[in-house]
């Protein structure tokens, strides 16, 4: 814990210091997020309306899934090297999984009757996806988007094996060094960031599953 309360360790003069590489682990996070979720949401959506696509997409992103982080970014940096994308690419293609899962469900479990209600008010298809299908289904969705990001806290630690900063600095440049104390640190902001993060989407969650109760009722 002495790294963690030692002021010298928040000098935001510093690369290295706690601050910046919170925010350097913060911005890779919430690229990877946004990346991940302008691929995901279009596939899902295909994969929601046309039955067939389903099975061969979820197929795909489990396999992608179940390749080991730390070999598939061996494996990119014979290609990409010691850059960004080295990191961002297994980080968005393990996100796919459960974001498109979620998706289809989100959009699938809709009470049919909903959508008869929705017609039945002079609703064209695009303002029944955007007034009955999304509110409905953003609940599930941002279920999905809760494990993601969680999960992309942790693998983004990675990115201190390809030179991208983050919190992973303090876990791998301190252990071949022996600096336990700067490695328990890492691990305790990881899982501090995670919780938290994770705890704000909850909040959103159960305020979106408020909403779709009293729009279920209306």
């Known amino acids: ?27 890779l996070v919430g690229l990877t997020m946004l990346i991940s979720l302008v691929i995901a949401i279009p596939l899902g959506l295909l994969a929601a309306r046309y039955k067939w696509l389903y099975g061969p997409l979820i197929a795909v992103a489990d396999i992608l899934y179940t ?65 009955v299908r999304l509110p409905l289904a953003l609940p599930t969705i941002i279920a999905g988007i809760r494990i993601a990001t969680v999960t992309t806290i942790g693998i983004a630690s990675l990115a201190s094996l390809v030179a991208e900063g983050g919190l992973g600095d303090l876990i791998f440049k301190n252990i071949a060094s022996g600096e336990l104390d700067a490695v328990v640190a890492g691990a305790i902001l990881l899982a501090a960031l995670a919780v938290i993060v994770d705890l704000l989407l909850l909040g959103l969650q159960v305020a979106l599953n408020r909403g779709r109760g009293s729009l279920s009722v209306s």
Do not use: C
């Not at 002021?7 to 911005?27: A, K, M, R």
């Not at 809709?110 to 955007?130: C, H, R, S, T, Y």
């Open 1 to 27: 814990m002495q790294y963690l309360l030692s002021p010298y360790n928040y000098d935001l003069t510093d690369p290295e210091s706690i601050p910046n590489l919170f925010l350097q682990h913060l911005w």
């Open 67 to 131: 390749i080991p982080s730390i070999a598939m970014v061996a494996v990119l940096i014979s290609f990409t090297g010691r850059t960004l994308p080295t990191i961002l690419i297994p980080l968005v293609l393990y996100t796919q999984l459960v974001l498109i899962r979620n998706i289809v469900a989100g959009i699938n479990t809709i009470d049919p009757l909903m959508l008869e209600v929705g017609k039945a008010m002079g609703m064209n298809p695009l303002q029944i996806f955007w007034r």
